[in-house]
């Protein structure tokens, strides 16, 4: 069975920087996309951004474009979200997915494996 772990996440000012990191060290790695979302209380998971295994193509959701910079690690199985400038609107549970493709995409059903979510709390 393939597991997640995240790791990164926790409290910051505004204005701040966090990285979260995500391992997944059962997965196949290859021909796989692995992203990250999340989910704020009362709001629908929305998508953050996404990066392929195989040739690292990479999509961002909205609100993380210009913010945030996602990268992989193919030797550890691994990816990062860098998150600067952070808001309180940024606030939320952060989850590490994954999933067969060959296309970045931020398609929840396109991803089969989900992580247990880390808290990303940023105060004003």
């Known amino acids: 069975q393939v597991q997640l772990v995240e790791s990164g996440g926790g409290l910051v000012q505004a204005g701040g920087s966090l990285r979260l990191s995500c391992a997944v060290p059962g997965l196949s790695w290859a021909d796989h996309i692995v992203g990250w979302f999340r989910q704020a209380p009362g709001k629908e998971r929305e998508g953050v951004s996404a990066?392929?295994?195989?040739?690292?193509?990479?999509t961002y959701g909205y609100s993380a474009k210009g913010r945030f910079t996602i990268s992989k690690d193919n030797a550890l199985n691994t990816i990062y979200l860098q998150m600067n400038d952070l808001e309180p609107d940024d606030t939320a549970v952060y989850y590490c997915a994954a999933g067969w493709g060959l296309v970045a995409t931020l398609m929840k059903y396109e991803y089969e494996y989900w992580g247990q979510g880390i808290q990303v709390t940023v105060s004003s």
């Open positions: 990066i392929t295994t195989t040739d690292g193509e990479i």
